[in-house]
């Protein structure tokens, strides 16, 4: 594992000769940064920090547009002595005071456009004029306190309610998916442990490429991507704002990419389309898979599709600084396809069912120990207590493991539905319908009944080019007989232009949920019962 301060760890990645290249998304300009001269400013603007007066181990929301300066607010704020607290680019000004107020953080690094976002949200709220008055606004670029906003000088050192354990490096937001998101406290053990166990399996070189799509706010863009490339010393390639899929392709073409971490909302429409069949990717030699599952049978697809890649699904969770295993090199056929893999370096995963370990290909919780797994929840000891058992992290995600060791997730416990004493995870039914052609998003939901328990309600989103297409609606519950047992069918199938979404891009069961029976409660389900 890497040794050492996450300060040294910075230092001695510090290279002149590889950095950033950071890509303007309107004039196209082309700017590299060094690891070297962002180490170099990152010091200077921790010193600034320091010498605005913040106790040791202050708490700093970072709220920045996704540029190479948000990696340098961060290093900053650690050599400084504080934690940082890295937020999603797209969070609203609202949403940014809510978690100042629920850490009861002390310093706020912002962009100029956050900072002019903030300032609206100021002028709107008179009363609220700083909406905390200890709360030192900075500019993310170089340190400096933002006039117009917060107070300028002296940070003052109001008593907190919460003091995070000694050894807590960062605190990453959870999505908030099911209720007020969670402080999520990583040690710096906890991150270069996991930087050092995905190096082990991916080894990447001083000639590689990493290209970075995914918002600063995930703990997998900081430790899998940006950690990464630093302990490896490679370069960076990165843009800002909302990466569409047929741009990412180009992306990696001009750039000659030969590494990213891609997510499923990316990969599927771009497998349903045939405008980059003929765009020369063989740069490209590694991708992993995060931030949920694809079907097997659209892996495959992407296999086929880029024959000179290694692609490998990949499984965690911000808890487990993130990751937790992997797919080997050359172990994506069919018969391993719709496995996460084996642990990485230094993780142990078990499955547990009713408190004991369960037996081979028995399905019950996974549970990860390791120097990876987090301290706990900011300022939540029950839900702390909770996650964190005896035997290791509950994850509250559901699977198995096979004779070879390789684990499969079966969807996430708390989203089981109960269909008369027959448990069905709603990932099996979304997995099945994202293979249909005609289909470019599934999401499926438990709505109560008084016989059954529940039964699933399904929300299908169509191909642009599908839209509008006869009878689509009993050609997907056709589908549905052919490819699942009677238990898994939809209930009913409703056709939506969108779904619900968190700030994260996860999908909102919980919207989903209530949708269901709103549609239920005036009999609003246009697409009939199931054939």
């Known amino acids: 594992m890497i040794a050492g301060t996450m300060a040294e760890f910075f230092a001695a990645t510090a290279r002149e000769d590889r950095g950033i290249l950071f890509i303007d998304p309107v004039s196209q300009r082309e700017r590299l940064w060094s690891y070297a001269e962002m180490h170099g400013d990152a010091e200077r603007m921790a010193s600034r920090l320091q010498g605005i007066g913040f106790r040791k181990r202050f708490l700093a929301v970072i709220w920045m547009e996704q540029t190479p300066a948000c990696f340098r607010a961060f290093m900053s704020v650690l050599l400084a002595g504080g934690i940082p607290i890295p937020l999603h680019p797209a969070n609203k000004p609202e949403e940014t005071v809510a978690v100042i107020r629920q850490l009861e953080a002390e310093a706020v690094l912002l962009s100029s456009e956050n ?124 843009s800002q704002g909302y990466f569409h899929p047929l741009y990412s392709v180009s992306f990696i073409r001009e750039h000659k990419a030969t590494f990213m971490c891609a997510v499923p909302s990316m990969l599927l429409p771009l497998l349903k389309s045939s405008k980059w069949e003929h765009t020369d990717l063989r740069s490209l030699r590694q991708m992993i898979v995060v931030g949920g599952q694809m079907p097997p049978e659209m892996l495959l697809k992407l296999q086929r599709r880029l024959p000179w890649t290694a692609i490998s699904p990949c499984y965690g969770l911000t808890e487990a600084s993130p990751r937790v295993t992997y797919l080997p090199a050359g172990s994506l056929t069919a018969a391993k396809a719709g496995s996460v893999g084996i642990p990485v370096a230094n993780v142990q995963v078990d499955i547990y069912r009713e408190g004991k ?30 996650a964190l058992s005896p035997y290791g992290l509950r994850t509250k995600d559901g699977g198995y493991i096979d004779e070879d060791g390789y684990l499969y997730l079966t969807g996430r416990l708390d989203n089981a539905i109960n269909v008369g004493g027959h448990t069905l995870y709603p990932e099996t ?69 969108d779904l ?28 009939g019962n199931r054939a």
Request: proline share 6%; aromatic share 6%.
């Open 429 to 497: 039914v979304e997995k099945c319908l994202t293979a249909h052609p005609a289909v470019e998003e599934a999401a499926v939901v438990g709505r109560a009944d008084e016989i059954w328990g529940q039964l699933p309600i399904t929300f299908v989103v169509l191909r642009e080019s599908d839209i509008g297409a006869s009878d689509m609606v009993n050609e997907l519950y056709r589908y549905c007989q052919n490819h699942l047992s009677a238990v898994q069918r939809p209930h009913k199938i409703e056709i939506v232009r």
């Open 357 to 386: 370990p369960a037996a081979i290909r028995e399905i019950g919780e996974v549970v990860v120990r390791g120097p990876n797994v987090m301290l706990g929840y900011y300022n939540d000891l029950q839900r702390t207590e909770d």
């Open 500 to 527: 619900p979404k968190t700030r994260s891009g996860k999908l909102d069961r919980g919207r989903l949920t209530a949708i269901a029976k709103e549609m239920q409660d005036v009999n609003f389900i246009r697409s």
């Open 115 to 238: 900072a002019a976002k903030m300032r609206s949200l100021l002028s709107d709220t008179p009363n609220e004029r700083p909406p905390l008055p200890h709360v030192c606004y900075l500019d993310g670029d170089t340190g400096e306190a933002i006039e117009g906003i917060g107070e300028r000088g002296q940070a003052s050192q109001p008593r907190r309610d919460c003091v995070p354990p000694e050894e807590t490096a960062v605190i990453f937001m959870s999505s908030g998916s099911t209720g007020t998101p969670k402080g999520i406290m990583l040690s710096e053990r906890n991150l270069l442990s996991n930087v050092s166990s995905i190096q082990s399996y991916l080894k990447l070189t001083e000639e590689d490429r990493v290209l970075v799509t995914k918002s600063f706010g995930y703990c997998s863009t900081i430790t899998g991507e940006w950690l990464l490339a630093l302990h490896a010393g490679a370069h960076i390639v990165m």
